[in-house]
C-alpha cells in the first residue's frame, strides 16, 4: 500500500500504457466493482487531435463561473502529476490520489488474479480514480478529454450530455489509422445514441462522415461556422468577435479563438438542454479567466512554450508566431516522442525558423536529438543532448530581435517550464 504521493505517482507511472489488447473490457470490470461511479455524474466528452485540454478548459471555466461544481480530467500534466484532475480551480489533493490509488492497486491485483491478462493500464487507472473523485465530491459537471482516439479511450464508458470533437488531424497513427477518415472515425466513436455532438472540424471532406454517423445514433449534430468570427485581435491577449459577441482570451492564437467559440456553442446547447442558468457574462467571464499552462504561454515577452507534439499543432504555433512575432529573429529548441510523426513537423519548422536547435530529454519515448537533427533540411542548425544547457545558452543569449520558440513534447515542455518558473 502506499502512504504517499511519490510511491503512488511511481507505481502509476510504471504501469503499462496500452493493454494487451485495445477495448474497453478491464475498465469495464474495475468499474463495475467499485459500483460504476462514472454513471452517478453528469459529464461532457472532448475529443479530437488538437485543442481538447484548452477546450474543455473553457468549457469548465464557464460552468464554474456560473456557479456549478465542476470536475476536469485532461491529460498529460504540465506543471504538476495532481494537474490531470481537478474540481473547479483546485487540482486533487496528494491525499486525495493516494487513497484512490490505493483502491485502484487493491482492484488492479484482484483483475490480475483472475486473469494475468487483465492488467489495468496507466490511463485506465487514471480515468477510474478520476471517475471516483468526481462522484465522492458530487460534481454538477465533469468535463472528461479523451486520452487517444475515442473509440476504444478509457473515457468512453461515460454517456454525457454533449459529445465534443475539436478537430481532425494526423496524429497516433499507429493506433488510429492513416487516413483523416479512419483518424475521424475512430473519434467519432464517441458519439452516442441521441446524445447531441458539436465540433469544429473544418476539413469539408469529413463532414458527409460526420452526418452518416450522427444520423445512424440520433445524434443531433452541431459543426461550428468560423466565418461568424471576424475582429480578431492576436497579441499577448486575443480578441474577437463572434455573432456580435466581444470576448477576450489570456491564452494567444487563432487556434485558441476555434476552441473558445466551440466552448461557446457547447455552452449554449448544454443550457438549452439542461435548462442551465447561464449568462452571456459568464461565458465572457469564463473564457477571460482561462489560463492553460505550456500552450503558447509567454515569459519575458520573447520566450514562447507550446506543446505543439503533431503537425496540427506545429502549423498553428506557426501561424501563431508569425502574427505575433512577424519581425523577430524566430530561434526555436525541440524535442518530441520518437513515435510521433517528427519528419512532417520538423519540415514545418524548417520553413518558418530562422535557427533550428534539436534536444532531448529523459524520458523513454523520446526522440534522439541527432536523430531529428538529421531529418532537418535547415541552414542554421545543431544539436545537443544536453536540453538544460542549451536552454541557457539560447535564454541567455536572446537580443531585442530574437524571440525563442520551445515546442515538441509536452513532456518536454514541462521540463522546460520548470527552469522558467524556478
Known amino acids: 500500500m502506499f502512504n504517499n504521493l511519490k510511491a503512488a505517482q511511481n507505481w502509476i507511472e510504471n504501469i503499462k ?122 460534481v454538477d459537471y465533469a468535463i472528461v478529454e479523451v486520452g487517444l482516439g475515442g473509440l476504444l479511450d478509457a473515457t468512453n464508458v461515460i454517456i454525457p450530455e454533449i459529445s465534443v470533437i ?111 442558468t447561464i449568462s452571456e457574462n459568464n461565458i465572457r467571464n469564463g473564457l477571460c479567466n482561462t489560463k492553460w499552462p505550456g500552450r503558447f504561454e509567454i515569459f519575458n515577452d520573447r520566450i514562447v512554450i507550446d506543446g505543439a507534439h503533431n503537425i496540427g499543432g506545429i502549423i498553428a504555433l506557426k501561424n501563431s508566431v508569425r502574427t505575433i512575432f512577424k519581425d523577430k529573429n524566430v530561434k526555436c529548441l525541440f524535442s518530441v516522442m520518437k513515435d510521433k510523426q517528427h519528419k512532417q513537423m520538423i519540415e514545418e519548422l524548417d520553413n518558418f525558423c530562422d535557427e533550428l536547435y534539436f534536444t532531448e530529454f529523459e524520458y523513454k519515448r523520446r526522440a534522439d536529438a541527432e536523430e531529428l537533427y538529421f531529418e532537418s533540411t535547415h541552414y542554421k542548425k545543431s544539436y545537443h543532448k544536453n536540453y538544460k544547457e542549451i536552454f541557457y545558452k539560447l535564454k541567455n543569449s536572446l537580443q531585442q530581435e530574437d524571440v525563442l520558440i520551445i515546442t515538441g513534447s509536452l513532456y518536454f515542455i514541462s521540463e522546460i517550464r520548470k527552469l522558467l518558473v524556478n
Open 17 to 138: 500504457r496500452f493493454g494487451s489488447r485495445l477495448d474497453l473490457t478491464r475498465i469495464t470490470k474495475a468499474l463495475a466493482m467499485l459500483g460504476n461511479p462514472h454513471k452517478e455524474f453528469k459529464s461532457v466528452h472532448v475529443a479530437g487531435t488538437n485543442g481538447k485540454g484548452s477546450t474543455a478548459n473553457f468549457i469548465k471555466n464557464i460552468l464554474v463561473d456560473a456557479g456549478y461544481k465542476v470536475g476536469l480530467y485532461t491529460s498529460p500534466y504540465i506543471v504538476e502529476f495532481n494537474d490531470r484532475i481537478r474540481i473547479n480551480q483546485v487540482n486533487i489533493s496528494d491525499d486525495s490520489l493516494v487513497k484512490y490509488t490505493n483502491i485502484l492497486y487493491d482492484i488492479s491485483e484482484k483483475l490480475k488474479k483472475d486473469n494475468p491478462e487483465e492488467i489495468l493500464t496507466f490511463f485506465e487507472v487514471l480515468t477510474v480514480i478520476a471517475f471516483l473523485y468526481f462522484r465522492d465530491q458530487e
Open 166 to 276: 475539436t478537430n481532425i488531424s494526423y496524429d497516433h497513427m499507429k493506433q488510429l489509422g492513416n487516413s483523416l477518415e479512419s483518424i475521424a472515425l475512430n473519434k467519432l466513436g464517441i458519439v452516442k445514441d441521441n446524445i447531441p455532438l458539436v465540433t469544429a472540424i473544418e476539413n469539408l471532406k469529413l463532414f458527409p462522415l460526420f452526418y452518416e454517423v450522427t444520423s445512424d445514433k440520433n445524434s443531433r449534430l452541431k459543426i461550428v461556422n468560423f466565418d461568424l468570427v471576424n475582429d480578431i485581435d492576436i497579441k499577448t491577449k486575443t480578441k474577437f468577435k463572434y455573432q456580435n459577441n466581444t470576448y477576450e482570451l489570456n491564452i494567444t492564437g487563432l487556434h485558441q479563438v476555434k476552441n473558445a467559440v466551440l466552448a461557446i456553442e457547447v455552452i449554449r446547447l448544454l443550457r438549452l438542454n439542461n435548462n442551465l
